[in-house]
């Protein structure tokens, strides 16, 4: 192949995975945005986490970390939550980065039980949302520790609804030759 066959072709690669990556962001925004439970804490509980955390599975560390992150962030930009922005940023890109490296470090161990992977991983991923937001919550916005212990419950909840709904959907996304493929460009 010529030097200039392969710089179209890394090219068009980017082209994908960055247009794949902004149907995710968006996926997430929508997502956290469709259906919005105000809790006492001064948040709401959300169908986004498992977005995010397909973001993460699917879409690498990077694009999945960015894709997560800014998708969430304007779901809270968008909905007057302007307090949350840089914290959910942050908070839902290590959300899909935790996602990816947990369930790829366990490829080597599990090997083809890759639905017992996304359980794993997105638990210990969803661990890292509620703890991001409780130390949010308590030190950044600076609510007081009772504050910050209110939010875990509400963030357990959602994080559990994610993991499931997230784990039907990587099905989807597993057993479809052409998704696997798609998703294979990013790790």
Same mark, same amino acid.
């Given at each position: 192949m010529s030097?200039?066959?392969?710089?179209?072709?890394t090219s068009e690669e980017t082209t994908v995975k960055l247009v794949v990556a902004a149907v995710f962001a968006a996926l997430s925004c929508v997502a956290t945005m469709v259906i919005q439970i105000?809790?006492?804490? @001064?948040? !709401?509980?959300?169908m986004g986490d498992c977005i995010v955390l397909l973001c993460g599975l699917l879409l690498g560390p990077i694009y999945g970390g960015l894709a997560a992150g800014i @998708? /969430?962030?304007m779901a809270d930009f968008l909905t007057g939550y302007m307090h949350y922005v840089p914290g959910t940023f942050v908070i839902k890109a290590l959300v899909a980065i935790v996602a990816y490296l947990v369930y790829y470090g366990l490829e080597k161990a599990l090997g083809k039980l890759w639905l017992v992977?996304?359980? *794993?991983a997105g638990v210990l991923a969803e661990i890292v949302m509620v703890v991001g937001y409780f130390f949010y919550k308590w030190v950044l916005l600076g609510s007081g520790l009772a504050a @910050? *212990?209110?939010t875990i419950l509400g963030n357990v909840g959602q994080g559990a609804f994610g993991v499931v709904v997230a784990a039907v959907l990587f099905t989807a996304f597993y057993?479809? /030759? !052409?998704l696997r493929r798609l998703t294979e460009m990013y790790r």
């Open positions: 030097e200039e066959k392969k710089r179209k072709k105000p809790t006492p804490t @001064g948040g !709401y509980v959300h @998708g /969430s962030a992977r996304v359980v *794993i @910050g *212990i209110d057993k479809n /030759s !052409y």
